[in-house]
DNA sequence: GCAAAAGTGTTTTGCGTACACCCATGC
DNA sequence: GCATGGGTGTACGCAAAACACTTTTGC
């Protein structure tokens, strides 16, 4: 903040105390691929208030991890995963978005593999739902939903983080339905692979489907490598 | 948050005492464009550690104001600035990067009209800088004001943002100097031309420079109607 | 042999980019 | 008349979009 002067935080917290009653959390919109379709994990509420509603996952802020933190702490805490993708989205902080009192909270997407991990559900009932067929959410946490969908279809135009969203071989199909899922449209299939191998994000696994009832298609993983070579400096200029 | 359970703000607070030594603020990027350049107003710090350092404005979020809000009363208090243009950007949180405490902060650009408002500097130390001639920025400043500038660039390509920092009346040429300004980058005459009169932006102001020293440019000014009048539908078949 | 999806190329169109000359005004 | 910036059009290359037929496998 700007106009800090020179007391600590506590003078300042003893001669503001009403600003220390803004509780601070971070929700997370995490995102899995299953049959199909888009899915978000969502906690059945235990508010009264909210009864039968469901909610994103969240917790309050420590005030010993750093903002950016605390939502990875989140999924492990909650789904077991490690290393998953994460990004901010947004923070949400109208007076009345939580009807316990004032709870300003800051906003992440994640992007799972739904298969590799198989989630330790723990004793809250947490399940998946399509975004085609959302239950009633409690607090703003449709709107914030939203705003993440929002930015997911923006970000897969440019940057290659699908990936997080699949197995580690895939077939170019599954991927297209991945795409078709988020963004809610369909796409021409040459297109769409013209456009992916242009990307330079895939390589070929050498591998095929298995156990298709139809002819086998080639499967694919992820060129984690950043070593684009000529192609990208040719574009910049 | 998606944890709560039914308990009052007050009752997590007791319960969660640490929690509630995080303060929350708002800082603002305050955007300008004179004698051709991108400016930032700065206020000079009044934080010891940060002496001969300047930073953004910003202030304590209040509990009966809604996040979105407090940015508006700050520039309204501080610069005297109505009805500006705002956008969040990002929040930033990490524990050590405000030394008096623990201290998470929303940050919003704007985007003013410099000439228009002469603003009334209070007893506080406001200036303007140029971007491109920084001065030493307190706290994680610069790196907030990096990310700023970054999500004005990205922004101006699609949306007419640019505006609010013109008076209402304005050349073309003036308004390629403010993009090549905010861009970091020379634009091409004609293509630019072209591009903006594509996008529907503009409208003819029936007036001509004064006073230039050279054949006067017309005046333009912003189309806000989101009409696009028949032309579209008439071209269209 | 039939159903179902894989795999593959060409054409068209619009957009971004590069580029040079005449024009109107103040001095 | 000269310096300064205003105003305009064309050609090229690339990328997106539209579009149909053959191939491979399981059953």
Same mark, same amino acid.
């Given at each position: ?51 039968? %509603?469901? !909610? @994103? ?9 750093? #903002? +950016?933190?605390?939502?990875? =702490? ?94 580690? %071989?895939? !077939? @170019? ?9 988020? #963004? +809610?449209?369909?796409?021409? =299939? ?48």
């Amino acid at each position: 903040m700007g106009t800090a002067n020179q007391k600590t935080i506590q003078q300042i917290q003893s001669e503001n105390s009403d600003f220390f009653r803004i509780a601070f959390s971070v929700d997370c919109v995490i995102f899995g691929f299953h049959k199909n379709e888009l899915n978000v994990l969502l906690l059945k509420s235990d508010l009264e208030e909210f009864k039968d %509603k469901w !909610s @994103l996952l969240g917790d309050l802020v420590r005030t010993d991890e750093n #903002l +950016d933190d605390a939502p990875y =702490r989140i999924l492990q805490e909650r789904t077991g995963l490690k290393d998953v993708f994460l990004e901010q989205v947004s923070t949400f902080g109208d007076i009345d978005r939580h009807p316990a009192g004032r709870v300003i909270t800051t906003v992440y997407y994640s992007l799972i593999n739904v298969k590799d991990h198989l989630l330790r559900l723990q004793h809250h009932e947490l399940s998946w739902f399509p975004v085609t067929k959302m239950p009633q959410l409690a607090f703003d946490h449709y709107k914030i939903l939203q705003t993440c969908i929002k930015k997911l279809q923006d970000k897969i135009d440019k940057e290659p983080v699908v990936f997080n969203l699949l197995p580690e %071989k895939f !077939s @170019l199909r599954e991927l297209q339905n991945l795409y078709e899922a988020i #963004l +809610d449209t369909k796409l021409d =299939r040459r297109n769409f692979r013209k456009k992916l191998f242009l990307m330079d994000w895939l390589e070929d696994a050498k591998e095929m489907e298995q156990d298709v009832p139809h002819r086998p298609g080639k499967l694919y993983h992820y060129r984690a490598s950043t070593t684009k070579p000529a192609t990208a400096q040719t574009l910049v200029q």
